[in-house]
């Protein structure tokens, strides 16, 4: 058999391992199954790395005879959310066909941490000596309440472990990231934006609905979301990351955005006011964001409700954290007579210098494995288990070194999702490179 099919073939049994994370609820025989399915396909891993788990999270350690430098961690979590929808191959099948593993998980994250698991399997086998202690970490629950990484993290803090660097899921090889965009590029994630839950409330003396008064509280909330959906109260300023992201990018769109995005320094006052226009997911990457996902009315068809909510999720910019974007939006609700009460609340995580030996490190192995993809930093709107580890790291670096197509990258959190067979062995290949790079202090 070819590499590609025995990886294809490896990977396909993760996928048959259904493991859904539900919040709040541990499921443990699914994620001991999985467990067992990773030992059988992993044997050398299991054999040579010390084994410590945290509920249904893995953490395993490569330990080095004499380690000239502070650990490496590699991660990508093992649970993945439900699978609704019509899909070509059932989500849990692991089909392999039509060049690719079909299934729930293939992309985010059982892909990677396939390549993450061979990577170490296959340089134990080859008599590899890490140079300092190495470690793979998976999560159970990342996609719900990352209890695992924040047990983890806090396990190497106890112990005082300092990671110099840890890579998880985030950025990939992908084409066309923004619109326009020729060429396939590696997306390197260096920021993470903070998160926060609102639940803004509107009170009313309720009543009958066949004589209602004006300004009830559903309208006063509908009032509310329709001012902040008409204009965002956020600002936008881009951040060195953003602006090394469109500088690199820039050269490769056609047009005035191209030249004005290739000079994203001087130009940033015109970037800040047109990009959030233009693009919506690059928008996202230079100011807080205000999503609303939940309300609650009345419990019946014919009641005004005497108190009604919805709930905004919003992602902080580091330059607009929790406690300013909570006070523009006091002042926005006030008007309509809406309260805001803070669910969750995290400021903006640690941000990863381009400039800096662990950027550099991934850039010149993505140079090495893709030398027709351009490496670019970039900015992650979304939230990964990497975040709870800024206790012991100031390096985590958001990428999966596989490729994937528009359509797998959409199929993402829904139907279809697959990964292209010919993509798993270049992600080995990205995670023993790397490894092998680390001779001490990088």
């Known amino acids: 058999m070819t590499r590609d099919n025995i990886y294809a073939e490896k990977l396909s049994r993760m996928i048959q391992c259904e493991t859904i994370s539900v ?15 990773l030992e059988s396909l992993f044997p ?21 005879e004499n380690p000239k430098g502070e650990p490496v961690l590699l991660m990508s979590h093992q649970d993945v959310v ?3 929808g019509e899909w070509k191959h059932p989500p849990f099948s692991g089909d392999i066909a039509e060049g690719a593993v079909w299934g729930r998980g293939t992309v985010d994250t059982k892909g990677s941490l396939f390549c993450i698991f061979q990577a170490f399997e296959e340089l134990i086998d080859e008599g590899y000596k890490p140079d300092v202690d190495l470690y793979i970490a998976s999560g159970a629950d990342e996609e ?14 106890a112990n005082g472990i300092h990671l110099q660097m840890l890579m ?28 926060g839950n609102y639940r803004f409330v509107a009170h009313d003396k309720g009543g009958h609905s066949s004589a209602p008064g ?12 329709a001012e902040i959906e008409k204009k965002n109260p956020f600002t936008a300023k881009m951040n060195d990351t953003t602006k090394e992201m469109f500088k690199r990018l820039g050269p490769h769109i056609k047009g005035p ?19 959030p226009m233009v693009n919506h997911t690059a928008g996202a990457m230079i100011r807080t964001t205000l999503a609303f996902t939940m309300a609650k009315g009345s419990d019946g068809m014919n009641v005004l409700p005497e108190k009604a909510y919805v709930i905004g999720n919003l992602r902080f910019i580091h330059h607009q954290g929790p406690e300013e974007s909570r006070r523009i939006l006091e ?10 009460e803070v669910i969750t609340e995290h400021e903006g995580y640690p941000v990863v210098d381009f400039r800096k030996a662990p950027y550099r490190l991934v850039e010149e192995t993505v140079k090495e494995i893709y030398p027709d993809a351009i490496p670019t930093p970039y900015a992650m709107t979304g939230n990964t288990d990497a975040a709870e580890y800024s206790i012991v790291t100031e390096n985590a670096i958001r990428f999966a070194p596989l490729y994937i197509n528009q359509q797998q990258y959409k199929s993402i959190h829904a139907s279809n999702e697959n990964i292209s067979v010919d993509a798993l062995p270049k992600g080995v290949d990205f995670y023993k490179s790397i490894l092998k790079k680390i001779k001490g202090t990088i």
Request: glycine fraction near 10%; hydrophobic fraction near 45%.
């Open 331 to 340: 002042k926005i609700a006030a008007k309509h007579g809406v309260e805001i």
């Open 214 to 225: 004006k300004n009830t509280a559903l309208p006063r909330l509908g009032a509310f979301m």
């Open 168 to 195: 998880d899921e985030g950025g990939m090889i992908i084409e066309e990231p923004m619109k326009g965009a020729e060429g396939r590029f590696a997306m390197i994630g260096c920021l993470e934006k903070g998160t």
């Open 82 to 84: 439900e699978a609704t």
């Open 44 to 64: 050398s891993v299991f054999r040579t790395m010390e084994r410590m788990e945290f509920g249904d999270a893995l953490l395993l350690k490569w330990k080095a």
């Open 23 to 37: 919040s709040g609820v541990r499921n443990q025989e699914k994620f001991d199954a999985f467990h067992s399915v």
């Open 257 to 275: 955005l191209g030249f004005v995005m290739k000079h994203a320094g001087f130009f940033s006052p015109l970037l800040e006011k047109a990009i």
């Open 144 to 157: 719900t309440d990352k209890t695992g990484a924040k047990a983890t993290a806090e396990y190497l803090k």
